[in-house]
């Protein structure tokens, strides 16, 4: 079975200052990954994915991931963080095999990402 | 372009009643979810579907039933409410095709009292 663990349920940076936030996943094959942002009372968007074709992603408002199979992580990260990017941020995989997981996403638990004047 | 339109946005259910939550999608997609999330746990899977017709159970599913009647439309039921199932429900869909991604309608903030 996947599962998704990220590291650190907030994460508070300053304005301009980087932003990284962790991603780890548990699979016994390389699934397809991505990361998903939710703004207050909205729904999720997708920020990125990975699917085998590049281990460095870069995804919209700046924001890349990179796919590091050893370490089985996906980190985000984001050189210069703005105000607009506070946000409640997912990291979900896939299973890649067989094609039989339907594109069913496991999710991680959320990192909310706070971003100080 | 309304991609994915969930109804109600908000509900407060009694204990023990009904009630449906509609989810319709334009883009033609034959794979359609529903998932719940709660605090610090992310988002669960309860039931899924690969086509019309078709439903299958996700990682939650007990207290809990879908229809897909219509290939655009994926319906999740709760026959009798508990507290347990106060959640946001979000509802996705993506194509049967190669690795897309899912698209996810706004939410339904459903509070069983």
């Known amino acids: 079975a996947q599962s998704v663990t990220q590291l650190g349920s907030h994460v508070s940076v300053s304005e301009g200052a980087l932003v990284l936030l962790r991603c780890n996943y548990s699979?016994?094959?390389?699934?397809?990954l991505f990361w998903y942002v939710q703004y207050p009372n909205q729904g999720l968007q997708l920020l990125l994915k990975?699917?085998?074709?590049?281990?460095l992603v870069k995804g919209i408002n700046g924001f890349e991931a990179e796919f590091k199979k050893s370490e089985t992580s996906f980190h985000l990260t984001k050189p210069s963080a703005h105000m607009s990017d506070a946000a409640e941020y997912f990291c979900?995989?896939?299973?890649?095999?067989?094609?039989?997981?339907?594109?069913?996403?496991?999710f991680g638990q959320g990192t909310i990402l706070t971003v100080h004047p | 372009n309304a991609g994915v339109t969930q109804t109600p946005k908000f509900r407060v259910l009694k204990t023990g009643q009904s009630m449906t939550l509609l989810c319709a999608q334009d883009?033609?997609?034959?794979?359609m979810y529903w998932y719940r999330q709660d605090p610090g746990m992310g988002l669960r899977l309860i039931h899924y579907?690969?086509?019309?017709?078709?439903?299958a159970k996700g990682e939650v599913p007990d207290g809990y039933n879908v229809s897909r009647l219509k290939k655009q439309n994926f319906l999740l039921g709760l026959e009798s409410a508990a507290p347990s199932q106060t959640s946001v429900y979000f509802c996705?869909?993506?194509?049967?095709?190669?690795?897309?991604?899912?698209?996810f309608g706004q939410g339904t903030r459903l509070t069983v009292v």
């Open positions: 979900a995989v896939s299973e890649t095999s067989g094609g039989t997981s339907y594109g069913k996403l496991t």
């Open positions: 699979s016994s094959v390389p699934p397809y």
């Open positions: 996705a869909s993506r194509t049967g095709q190669g690795n897309t991604e899912a698209f």
């Open positions: 883009m033609n997609h034959e794979y």
């Open positions: 990975y699917t085998s074709a590049a281990t």
């Open positions: 579907s690969v086509g019309e017709g078709t439903t």
